[in-house]
């Protein structure tokens, strides 16, 4: 391996939607630093700051069907039944979430919790209170997504947190999804919560640290020795 191979695998890749405000980012601090030396170099360490932001490191993501991952970097915030949001169309009672709340120096990458087909994709505006407060599952700015196996659905769902203003999401209804594949982006601080077949035991807890696309949240196959489908609503 040469030098300069061994150097560029040392950098972590910017994802794309984070190039334009990079750019921003660099001009800014030039304009501004050509009339006040000083601040070039608060802005450099913000350019800097932005790149890591928008990080989109590679991940390994354990190969089970049964087994639901992480979406998103970040710590968890809460476990526990809850009614899913309207929207997903995943019936009329409550489901285990768990919700993995980002702040702003997580990686903002989400990824799949699971493989299949992206049975829908609801958007929905609101309000952009604090992510990490429970009330901003009903409240917040928010895309939700279905995704489906075979009998088996569950639910993701991005929300906008006190800082962030834009969902990023990549994929549409219909497509097809693997696992730990990157499906969308928010951009400066937000949540993911995760909504699970009946009977799902969860494998995390409060305040655990969560790595996208490699954490296992629950494994499906402890659902009663073999994973439950979601009741169906007409």
């Given amino acids: ?43 450099l360490i913000l350019t800097g700051w932005v790149c890591y932001f928008f990080r989109d490191p590679a991940r390994v993501t354990p190969v089970d069907d049964n087994l639901i991952v992480s979406p998103a970097d970040g710590v968890v915030s809460h476990v526990g039944p809850v009614m899913p949001p309207a929207e997903l169309e995943l019936g009329s009672e409550p489901m285990l979430r768990v919700s993995i709340f980002m702040n702003v120096f997580n990686c903002h990458v989400n990824r799949a919790p699971m493989g299949g087909k992206v049975t829908r994709v609801a958007y929905r505006a609101g309000k952009f209170l604090n992510a990490e407060l429970d009330k901003a599952s009903e409240h917040n700015e928010r895309n939700g997504l279905v995704i489906e196996r075979g009998e088996v659905r569950i639910g993701v769902v991005q929300i906008a947190g006190l800082v962030a203003r834009r969902i990023v999401c990549f994929v549409r209804e219909g497509e097809s999804i693997g696992a730990g594949e990157r499906f969308g982006l928010i951009r400066f601080g937000s949540r993911l919560d995760v909504y699970f077949p009946e009977g799902t035991v969860p494998r995390v807890a409060l305040g655990q640290t969560m790595i996208a696309g490699e954490t296992v949240l629950a494994n499906l196959s402890e659902n009663g020795g073999k994973a439950q489908p979601l009741t169906r609503v007409s």
Avoid: Q
Wanted: glycine residues 6%.
């Fill in 1 to 43: 391996m040469s030098l300069v191979d061994s150097v560029t695998k040392a950098f972590v890749p910017i994802h794309r939607e984070g190039w334009p405000f990079i750019a921003i980012a660099l001009v800014a601090t030039v304009v501004i630093g050509w009339f006040v030396d000083p601040l070039f170099w608060i802005g």
